[in-house]
T-cell receptor, first 120, second 113 residues
Framework: GAVVSQHPSRVICKSGTSVKIECRSLDFQATTMFWYRQFPKQSLMLMATSNEGSKATYEQGVEKDKFLINHASLTLSTLTVTSAHPEDSSFYIC????????????????FGPGTRLLVL | GNSVTQMEGPVTLSEEAFLTINCTYT??????LFWYVQYPGEGLQLLLKATKADDKGSNKGFEATYRKETTSFHLEKGSVQVSDSAVYFCALLPSGSARQLTFGSGTQLTVLP
């Protein structure tokens, strides 16, 4: 299947600093990427939809000024956690939409390996 | 709205046992259905998918059949291995314009040697 990478895989930062996480689709162009947050032993919570060349669409309750998303190219989306606090510590996962060929039913989302953020 | 209901875990099996993880869904139209697997500390990997009724997705010995009449997509494997220990997520992608995955709550599977 398609490959999506995330960097870094793990980051520890001090409270008040900003952290940038990169998500790349390695073998297909992704006009749409998604950012999720996952708490221990829980399912994924969609934070925002990132569209190439336009503003991200945030889910209800997600602070857009806190979680800045940039999707500047067809293979790269970044999530910046600004002024991070301990409650932002979590596992962040991105996914990229591969539209496939032959119709919308061919569409599949491929996920990155995740980024573990710990804010001290 | 769309929803996915998964069998609650955790599920613990002995090696070579038969596995079933139930998944039912609620959606309008004809969604695509997926099973993803998450190993400890990692992201989600696509395990298999089915895009229309009666389709069977299969991969690595796992199978799931898209049953529209029962709105189900149960995951099965005839003989599990220790390496199958992971969390399994059922998900649907609606057929309309809102192309966002809806996930089930996940099922933790532990396979003992």
């Amino acid at each position: 299947g398609a490959v999506v990478s995330q960097h870094p895989s793990r980051v520890i930062c001090k409270s008040g600093t900003s952290v940038k996480i990169e998500c790349r689709s390695l073998d297909f162009q992704a006009t749409t990427m998604f950012w999720y947050r996952q708490f221990p032993k829980q399912s994924l919570m969609l934070m925002a939809t990132s569209n190439e060349g336009s503003k991200a669409t945030y889910e209800q309750g997600v602070e857009k000024d806190k979680f800045l998303i940039n999707h500047a190219s067809l293979t790269l989306s970044t999530l910046t956690v600004t002024s991070a606090h301990p409650e932002d510590s979590s596992f962040y996962i991105c996914s990229a939409r591969d539209p496939g060929a032959g119709g919308p039913w061919r569409e599949t989302q491929y996920f990155g390996p995740g980024t573990r953020l710990l804010v001290l | 709205g769309n929803s996915v209901t998964q069998m609650e875990g955790p599920v613990t099996l002995s090696e070579e046992a038969f596995l079933t993880i139930n998944c039912t869904y609620t959606a309008t139209g004809y969604p695509s259905l997926f099973w993803y697997v998450q190993y400890p500390g990692e992201g989600l990997q696509l395990l298999l998918k089915a895009t229309k009724a009666d389709d069977k997705g299969s991969n690595k010995g796992f199978e799931a059949t898209y049953r529209k009449e029962t709105t189900s997509f149960h995951l099965e494997k005839g003989s599990v291995q220790v390496s199958d220990s992971a969390v399994y997520f059922c998900a649907l992608l609606p057929s309309g314009s809102a192309r966002q995955l809806t996930f089930g709550s996940g099922t933790q599977l532990t396979v003992l040697p």
